[in-house]
C-alpha cells in the first residue's frame, strides 16, 4: 500500500516564525510532489509543486525534496495568522496521485 | 469564468430525493476527479475521469452515478442518499493523470 505519511497536528507556531511541515512517502519511485493549503470549510488550494532533490522557493514558502530519504518538507517564513489552515502533501507517481491525510498548522497571533 | 467551477454550492436533500451535482473546468484539462471530504476527515477518491473514460472507481455505492459528457464537465448524480452521506464533495481537475490537480469550490451536501 502506497502511502504519504504527515503529522496531523495541530502545529502551534508564533506569529512571524518559521513553521515547518513535514512529509514521508513510502513510493521510492515517486515523481511529483504538491503542497496544497485547505481552509475550514473550503477546497484545497494548490501552493507548491516541487520534481527535483533540493528547494524551491516562492514568496515566504520553500519546498524541501529529499528523494534518497523519501520525504518532502513544506517551511513558511514570518508566518501569518492567515497561514493557519490544513496543509495537504501529495504525491505523485506516473497517473496516481495520493494525497496525505493533511498537517493542522495554527499561528499563534 | 476561470479555473474549476461547482454548482450548487449547497444542496439539501431527502433520502428518496435524486439530485445531480454539475462540474465544470475552464483550464483545458483532460483529467477530472471527484472527492468526498466528511467533516474533520482526509480526502476520498471517488472516480477518475482521463479523456471522458472512468478510470478508477474506488469502490464507492452505487447511490452515486457519474457521468463525463465531455472533457470539461462531470456531473455526479445522486439517488436515496443515507445521512452519511453528507459531506463536502470536490471536483478537481489536471493537466492529466498523476498532475497536479485544481479543486473547484465544492458542494456542501446534506443529506436529511
Known amino acids: 500500500q502506497k502511502e504519504v505519511e504527515q503529522n496531523s497536528g495541530p502545529l502551534s507556531v508564533p506569529e512571524g516564525a518559521i513553521a515547518s511541515l513535514n512529509c514521508t512517502y513510502s513510493?521510492?519511485?515517486?515523481?511529483?510532489f504538491f503542497w496544497y493549503r485547505q481552509y475550514s470549510g473550503k477546497s484545497p488550494e494548490l501552493i507548491m509543486s516541487?520534481?527535483?532533490?533540493g528547494d524551491k522557493e516562492d514568496g515566504r514558502f520553500t519546498a524541501q525534496l529529499n528523494k534518497a530519504s523519501q520525504y518532502v518538507s513544506l517551511l513558511i517564513r514570518d508566518s501569518q495568522p492567515s497561514d493557519s489552515a490544513t496543509y495537504l502533501c501529495?504525491?505523485?507517481?506516473?497517473?496516481?496521485?495520493?494525497f496525505g491525510k493533511g498537517t493542522r498548522l495554527h499561528i499563534l497571533p | 469564468e476561470t479555473g474549476v467551477t461547482q454548482t450548487p454550492r449547497h444542496l439539501v436533500m431527502g433520502m428518496t430525493n435524486k439530485k445531480s451535482l454539475k462540474c465544470e473546468q475552464h483550464l483545458g484539462h483532460n483529467a477530472m476527479y471527484w472527492y468526498k471530504q466528511s467533516a474533520k476527515k482526509p480526502l476520498e477518491l471517488m472516480f477518475v475521469y482521463s479523456l471522458e473514460e472512468r478510470v478508477e472507481n474506488n469502490s464507492v455505492p452505487s447511490r452515486f452515478s457519474p457521468e463525463c459528457p465531455n472533457s470539461s464537465h462531470l456531473f455526479l448524480h445522486l439517488h436515496t442518499l443515507q445521512p452519511e452521506d453528507s459531506a463536502l464533495y470536490l471536483c478537481?481537475?489536471?493537466?492529466?493523470?498523476?498532475?497536479?490537480?485544481?479543486f473547484g469550490p465544492g458542494t456542501r451536501l446534506t443529506v436529511t
Open positions: 516541487i520534481y527535483s532533490n
Open positions: 513510493d521510492r519511485g515517486s515523481q511529483s
Open positions: 501529495a504525491v505523485s507517481r506516473d497517473d496516481k496521485i495520493i
Open positions: 478537481a481537475s489536471s493537466p492529466g493523470e498523476g498532475y497536479e490537480q485544481y
